[in-house]
């Protein structure tokens, strides 16, 4: 079936109280696992593609994912992950992105909302729906002062004023969670009650970045195959399912299946010294994180959604 947007996948989990997974994909194998996970599972999901991503496999890749995702039997979105410009944009969209997010969270707030806007004026002519983000990711300690959680974590008033000048379907949050395999001591501080006084003054969709689980024992795989990844620490699944209930419709991941790939394609080469076929070596690593991806599904609440 043809690609369908952002906003359709996620404003059925908004009102359904689940959460849908954009994964971000660089390579055949990835999306792959992305959609054959999606397949097994009934799960709708966005196909996330970031501009270091487009860069790496350039418009081949993006046509290469739109066929495969065409050939799906449950609804997926193509979804640019982190669009710096209104260009970048515009780029995307033309190359049959069905959502982009334009990320001027760094900006000051009057400049992100008429940046946004202006993504959002020129997507919407086309059919396109967009995500926006507010507040700083980057992970709070549990114990900070509220003065300095917020000047980072967004606040429910500017949410509201955001989305109501900007026009953007889906909004990024930042509420303690921050992107990579090394997400702060222990089990990272979420926000929840953030999410819910934000939820309860907006009805669009919420975006969790930085979502990933960063698994203990894949982290201990990784690390017993010649790996070196320290103080790694991911997002709880149950943080992840309460967010969820609050309000949290799209869940990002990508950390979670970088680390799939390089823990099989590490064990490949190191059990089998001898082995040199690409297939044999890439094979496994597609399907250690299609087994990630659908665990995500089941957590997330997407399985039997699509
Ligand atoms: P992770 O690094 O936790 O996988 O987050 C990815 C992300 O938020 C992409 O936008």
Known sequence: MPLVTGSSILDAARAGGYGVGAFNTNNMEITQAILEAAEATRSPVLVAVSE?????????????????GREATVPVCLHLDHGSSF?????????????????????DEATNIAETKRVVEAAHAVGVTVEAEIGR??????????????????????AERFMAGSGADYLAIAIGTSHGANKGKGRPYI??????????????????????GVPAELVARL?????????????????????VKHGIAKINTDTDLRLAMTVAVREVLG????EFDPRKILGPARDLMRQVIEERMHVFGSAGQG
């Not at 487009?54 to 739109?66: C, E, F, N, P, R």
Request: glycine share 12%; aromatic share 2%.
């Open 52 to 68: 270091g991503g487009l860069k790496y496999g350039g418009k081949t890749l993006i046509d290469m994912v739109i066929g495969m």
């Open 87 to 107: 260009e970048s944009c515009l780029r995307t969209i033309r190359m049959g992105f069905t959502s982009v997010m334009i990320d001027k969270s760094h900006e």
């Open 137 to 158: 990711l980057g992970g709070v300690e549990e114990h900070v002062v509220v003065a300095e959680e917020d000047a980072i974590l967004t606040k429910p008033e500017e």
């Open 191 to 212: 926000d929840h009650k953030r999410i819910r006084e934000i939820a309860a003054l907006l009805p669009n969709p919420l975006v969790m970045h930085g979502a990933s």
């Open 223 to 243: 690390n017993a195959a010649g790996g070196d990844l320290k103080d790694a620490s991911g997002i709880h699944e149950d943080d992840v399912r309460e967010a």
């Open 271 to 274: 059990a089998k010294p001898k």
